[in-house]
């Protein structure tokens, strides 16, 4: 919907709540069980789609599995006893969600068909007007933006595109309709996604053309499955399942010391060079899927199945950048013109908040605009908050993203850091709070330094990185400090203030206390 289009359409009358919380993802959900827990019922989930779940309900892709053992990339608070396997299918964490959301009753709080385009801070009252795409509005003391860096696909820029005559789709919005068999189809992208399509797919197509612009660094898969006795026994005993989920974490924990020791990486990728030797059995397209950066600077992928793919004779890897698609094929770098069929993209998502909130209308205290406020780098403060946008937060904002442990373990933690935010702004007296300048600048450089020398700062390029070669996305220290630092509040870092309608009501001793 264009701005003239939302313009002329009648403004809907305002609804008044507590909290608006967008995304009802994993993020969100969480968000909305705390507050709960919290003793917090005003609260509403905007969710842009029909159904909840977020990336697990939109990637549906054949192999589409999660790269953190199942006990860890689930709630602390909700375990599950009996998941399948080690590392679970898209469809069982899915089911995970869907039955998390019953089980506390989450549903009646989510609005779905519910798109958020904008949010401007009400100085006057301290408070915030979110605005839908569909013409909706709210009135809120909060809001969390919880949709998460994953949602948004991202498109390559080729020639030709628009003549293509075969199919062509996102491996995020998967044409479950169209049959494979058969098919020649070219696979631009070897990321995330890719290395689990792929050797799915490649069973049932005429011929699948690989197009790798960079290769990644793939381990092997942990897939073995629970016995009936383990998932009976972690029923029966949760303190059992409660242990095994602690130690899936402490050894997830032990990955930061290569990342925080390139010298340790460079000697496990020596592991993984024998392991690409020994699956792939032709030594040219061995060396063309083995990375010349350090392991650990792009995500480190797991997949049993991608480098023995490459063995099939209708499988064939290309390295040539892309020049052009035709109307039936896909054109190389080299001139080499590939017959298609089927263009699938597994290119990953747009991480960089400038641009997947390109047309998010955002607007703070004092005439900030995130907008201008991002322009030069994304950063904020404890991924968590930014400066001038009093009681807006975020979950797996700037610099909380992961490159080693479940991602669930942060959101647990700033949830539990927002609801303590919250109780304290109840408790002083205040009606908004908001993160000194300083203090962001502070966190910030302490993230700067906690890259340096680490393998994110070793010389490639990554989605972790914006087109400076700035880090915003990842955590550069232990997820246990992590943990540590939003325990408590460092209350020298915030201001805590009334707006000018309370305080024209009152007393100024009370007035003083609480600014």
């Not at 709960?36 to 549906?60: H, P, S, Y």
């Not at 979110?130 to 948004?152: K, N």
């Not at 962001?440 to 340096?452: H, K, P, T, W």
């Amino acid at each position: 919907m264009n701005q003239k289009q939302h313009s002329s359409r009648k403004p809907s009358p305002v609804q008044r709540t507590g909290v608006v919380i967008v995304g009802a993802g994993f993020g969100g959900l969480c968000m909305a069980i705390k507050l709960m827990e919290a003793g917090v019922e005003d609260l509403v989930i905007l969710e842009k789609a029909d159904e909840v779940g977020g990336t697990w309900r939109d990637n549906t892709y054949p192999g589409c599995a999660c790269d953190v053992q199942s006990h860890l990339y689930s709630y602390s608070f909700h375990g599950k006893p009996d998941w399948s396997k080690r590392y679970a299918p898209w469809q069982e964490i899915q089911q995970y969600i869907l039955d998390t959301t019953e089980a506390y009753g989450l549903r009646q709080k989510v609005r779905f068909g519910q798109e958020v385009i904008a949010a401007h801070y009400q100085e006057d009252t301290a408070r915030w007007q979110i605005t839908t795409e569909r013409g909706d509005r709210f009135d809120c003391q909060y809001w969390v933006l919880a949709s998460g860096p994953l949602h948004v696909p991202q498109y390559p820029a080729i020639p030709g595109l628009d003549r293509f005559q075969g199919e062509q789709f996102h491996s995020a919005r998967w044409n479950h309709d169209y049959d494979l068999r058969g098919k020649r189809v070219v696979s631009i992208g070897t990321g995330g996604s890719a290395i689990q399509y792929c050797p799915e797919i490649a069973p049932q197509v005429d011929r699948l053309t690989v197009l790798q612009r960079t290769p990644a660094w793939v381990i092997p898969r942990d897939e073995r499955r629970y016995f009936g006795l383990e998932k009976a026994l972690f029923r029966r005993y949760p303190l059992l399942r409660k242990l095994h989920r602690a130690r899936l974490y402490w050894s997830n924990e032990a990955r930061v010391w290569p990342i925080f020791h390139p010298s340790l990486a460079k000697g496990l990728q020596q592991l993984a060079k024998l392991s690409i030797r020994l699956q792939v059995k032709n030594r040219d397209t061995a060396r063309a899927l083995t990375p010349d950066y350090t392991v650990g600077c792009k995500r480190v992928l797991i997949s049993n199945a991608w480098y023995p793919m490459f063995n099939r004779d209708n499988v064939e890897l290309v390295t040539e950048g892309v020049r052009e698609v035709r109307a039936n094929s896909v054109v190389t770098a080299d001139g080499r013109e590939h017959p298609a069929d089927c263009l699938i993209f597994g290119t990953g998502f747009q991480v960089d908040p400038r641009l997947y909130m390109k047309g998010f209308e955002l607007s703070g205290a004092g005439g900030h605009t995130l907008a201008e406020d991002w322009q030069a780098g994304v950063e904020g403060y404890m991924g968590t908050m930014v400066h001038g946008y009093p009681n807006m937060f975020q979950l797996v904002g700037p610099n909380a993203g992961l490159g080693h442990n479940s991602i669930i373990f942060m959101i647990e933690c700033q949830a539990d850091y927002i609801v303590n935010l919250m109780n304290t702004v109840t408790a002083r007296g205040a009606d908004y709070v908001d993160v000194i300048e300083g203090a962001q600048c502070n966190f910030n450089d302490e993230v700067a330094r906690g890259l340096e020398g680490t393998v994110w700062t070793s010389g490639c390029s990554s989605w972790y990185q914006q087109a400076d070669g700035r880090n915003f996305a990842l955590w550069p220290f232990s997820t246990w400090r992590y943990w540590l630092r939003t325990r408590f509040l460092a209350l020298g870092d915030f201001q805590f203030g009334r707006c000018a309608g309370s305080l024209a009501e009152q007393p100024e001793s009370v007035a003083d206390q609480a600014v």
